[in-house]
Structures are given as structure tokens and as C-alpha cells.
């Protein structure tokens, strides 16, 4: 047995902007550790591949064609909500390297249930050949533990009670094989699954180490210094008890400086943030290096940033590439996943070897552009007015209306009326 991810609690803390730097600079003083400020950079890596990763549906390859899929699949997923679970399952196995769906019987026997679970839950066993053959879930609920076994054609649920194990429900839901889908963000053989966040992590905490320091210039050496020296100035800062009155911070920076003689007043310029400036945009150009990720998304401005839309299209042909790739890795685990489902629920799954999970253009991810795009395929004759109208998803009030206009306009000029 063995476990597909590793470190899911740090990766996860990154990636909701709460990890701790383990050191934020040796010449800073314990109190500025609450001006520490963490990079969005973790976050915006994972969710600019969730936003490409959108499943538009599924299809059959037949005799050199594409068949639909079965009317029961997208039944079974739509009472489901199976694209919001998918969304959840990407984004969790993107930023903790896998996550999990289950497929068990439901209320209905037509309609099984999916879930979706994080990847630290669950060990999985596996054969000479890499086939799974056992995967057991362990969850907790308050102080109750729970089991769940997943075997061919049976899954066991076990509660501990008392110090001892019990068998509390057998689900035999008759699908040869294991009702269990890894979503694992594998890119080499044999390792576990990789979060996104690892390859950037460290840079993320360059980065943030100087957002740090610079909110403590900003705070603290930005701003014109003044100083006052002169004969009995000194006494001006003390109480009655003979005790400075400037905070330990102040005094620690140095903000007010002060004299016993000479009497004269006057300002040091504040510091030029440049350089704090300058290491930041470095941190970001390295992560965009490694994300494809273009650095006018990190927040940074450069010389070459694109300023036309076909330009920016290419400036994210890196990430357009890199999504595609996410696309054949997870679309294995969907489809096996929906032969699972299909299998549970009863239907004959004979002949869905070629089921292909179909995913929208991650280069024309924004509704509006898939709109001008079928519009021009309309207007060079490559698809029907039919096809535009369901493709840009027209309530069916609208659908019925557009298509009783049809019907008139075809009577009106003797063309045949289906």
C-alpha cells in the first residue's frame, strides 16, 4: 500500500497565502514579522491551468467518425454536478499533486453517486503491471474514524468504535474493477504526484521575503528623517522616570535621531526602493520562465509586454501548451471514469474502449471569443445556424423561438421544412 502524494498541507497552505517564511532576513527584529506578506503567485499557477481545463463533453470514435456518447452518461453526470466536482478534483490534484473520485451506488440504481476526496485519504495497492487492485480510504468524522475498502465488484465500510474495528455496510455495486479514479499530476514514472506549487515555491518565498522588506522601507526609511541636535535636546525624550518614550521599533531603526550638541535642525532624504523593486521583478520573471506564465499576469511590466490581443495570444503559447498537456493527463482518468459510472449503473460498456473525453480550446477560453469564432464558421459555410445557436447556449425559450422563425422563413421561400 502506498500513498500518491506527499506534503499535501504545505502545499495547500501556499497555495492559500498562509505559509510562514522560515526566515525574513537576518537584520530585521522578531516585531516586523506582522508586516510578512505573501505572493498570490502559487494561487494563480494552479488556477490559470483550472480555467483551460473545461470539459465540454464526450464522444465516440466509430468507423473513421464521431459518435455521440451514451444519453445515460451525461444523465448520470448532470444529476451529479459533474463539472463543478471536476473542477474541485483539478484543483486539488494540481495543487496537492491527486485527488480522488468514488463512484458508489446511489437512491437510484440508474444513477450511481460520484464524490470527490482529496488525495491524503487514500493508499493504493497495484500489481506487477501497474493495474489497481485494492484502494482503501481512511477518513475521520469528529473523534469517529472511518475505513473504506475498494475491491473488485465490492466495497467494505468499516467504523472504529471502542478501540475496535467494525464492518458497518457492504456495497456490492458489480463493476469488475475498482470504483475508484486517481486524478494524479504524474509527469515522469514512478514518482507521486506533484503539486504545481513545488518547482516555485522557493521563489515565491524570495519574493515574499521582499515584499517584506519592503514594506518595512516603506514604512520606515521611505519618509525624510529628521534629526535635531542641540544642548538639552536629549532630556526632551524622557519621561518623569528618566526613560525613553520612543517605542522599541523606533529606537531599533533609528527614525528620530537626536544630539547633545550643536544646535541644528534639518532632514535626511528618504531611501530610493528601487532595488527592492528590481529584485521582485526577477523573482517574477524566473516564475514565469517556469509557469509559461507571462509576467504582465504577475503583475510585472516589461519592455516587450504585448500590447495587441494576437500578441498576448502568443505570449501565453507556453501555458496554452502546458494546459493541453493537463488536458491528456487528466482526460485518461475522466473517461475511465465515465465507463465507471456507465458500468455501475448497468449500462453495456462493450464497444466505449474509444470514449474520448472532448476539451474546450484552451487557447479560446472566454465565452465571448468561442462566440466570434462559430460566428465566422457560419458565415464561411463550415457549420449551420442550428449548430451556432446550441453552441453559445441560448435558453431553450430562445432556441424554440429561433427555430419556429426558421420554420417561417422556409415555408415563405418553399424550402423543404423538417
Not at 31 to 37: A, G, I, K, T, W
Not at 198 to 224: F, G, Y
Not at 291 to 302: A, C, E, K, Y
Not at 384 to 392: D, G, H, K, L
Amino acid at each position: 500500500m502506498g500513498r500518491v502524494v506527499k506534503n499535501p498541507a504545505k502545499w495547500e497552505a501556499y497555495y492559500n497565502g498562509t505559509a510562514r517564511l522560515d526566515a525574513i532576513g537576518v537584520s530585521l527584529p522578531p516585531d516586523v514579522r506582522v508586516l510578512e506578506m505573501q505572493v498570490g503567485w502559487p494561487k494563480l499557477a494552479v488556477d490559470v491551468l483550472v480555467e483551460s481545463l473545461v470539459l465540454d463533453g464526450f464522444s465516440i470514435s466509430r468507423h473513421g467518425g464521431q459518435d455521440e456518447a451514451p444519453e445515460q452518461l451525461n444523465r448520470i453526470l448532470q444529476a451529479n454536478n459533474f463539472r463543478t466536482k471536476l473542477t474541485l478534483a483539478l484543483t486539488e490534484a494540481l495543487v496537492s499533486g491527486a485527488a480522488f473520485m468514488v463512484v458508489g451506488g446511489g437512491s437510484d440504481p440508474s444513477i450511481p453517486h460520484i464524490s470527490v476526496h482529496k488525495g491524503d485519504e487514500f493508499e493504493l495497492r497495484k500489481d506487477a503491471t501497474g493495474r489497481l487492485v485494492q484502494a482503501v480510504q481512511t477518513y475521520r468524522d469528529g473523534f469517529d474514524t472511518f475505513r473504506a475498502v475498494y475491491e473488485h465488484g465490492v466495497t467494505r465500510f468499516y467504523s472504529t468504535r471502542d478501540g475496535f474495528e467494525v464492518l458497518t455496510h457492504i456495497d456490492e455495486h458489480g463493476f469488475d474493477g475498482i470504483p475508484v479514479i486517481p486524478f494524479v499530476n504524474q509527469i515522469r514514472l514512478g514518482e507521486e504526484g506533484r503539486s504545481e506549487i513545488e518547482e516555485i515555491h522557493k521563489l515565491c518565498d524570495a519574493a515574499a521575503r521582499t515584499l517584506t522588506n519592503l514594506q518595512v522601507a516603506q514604512e520606515l526609511l521611505s519618509m525624510p528623517v529628521r534629526y535635531l541636535f542641540g544642548d538639552g535636546v536629549e532630556e526632551m525624550f524622557l519621561d518623569e522616570d528618566g526613560n525613553p518614550q520612543q517605542s522599541r521599533l523606533e529606537a531599533y531603526f533609528g527614525r528620530f535621531l537626536v544630539g547633545p550638541s550643536g544646535s541644528q535642525t534639518g532632514s535626511v532624504p528618504g531611501a530610493d526602493l528601487t532595488q527592492l523593486l528590481n529584485t521582485f521583478k526577477i523573482y517574477a520573471l524566473q516564475v514565469a520562465s517556469q509557469t509559461g506564465i507571462p509576467p504582465f499576469m504577475l503583475g510585472v511590466s516589461t519592455e516587450s509586454n504585448p500590447a495587441s490581443a494576437e500578441a498576448m495570444r502568443s505570449a501565453k503559447d507556453r501555458l496554452i501548451t502546458k494546459a493541453e498537456l493537463k488536458q491528456s493527463i487528466f482526460g485518461d482518468a475522466v473517461e475511465d471514469l465515465a465507463r465507471c459510472v456507465l458500468a455501475v449503473a448497468g449500462v453495456d460498456t462493450e464497444g466505449l474502449e474509444t470514449l474520448e473525453a472532448r476539451w474546450r480550446d484552451p487557447a479560446v477560453i472566454s465565452l465571448s471569443s468561442r462566440n466570434a469564432l462559430m460566428l465566422q464558421a457560419q458565415a464561411q459555410g463550415v457549420v449551420s445556424s442550428e449548430t451556432v445557436r446550441e453552441f453559445m447556449g441560448l435558453s431553450p425559450e430562445q432556441l424554440k423561438r429561433d427555430r419556429a422563425l426558421d420554420r417561417r422563413l422556409a415555408v415563405s421561400v418553399g424550402d423543404p421544412v423538417y
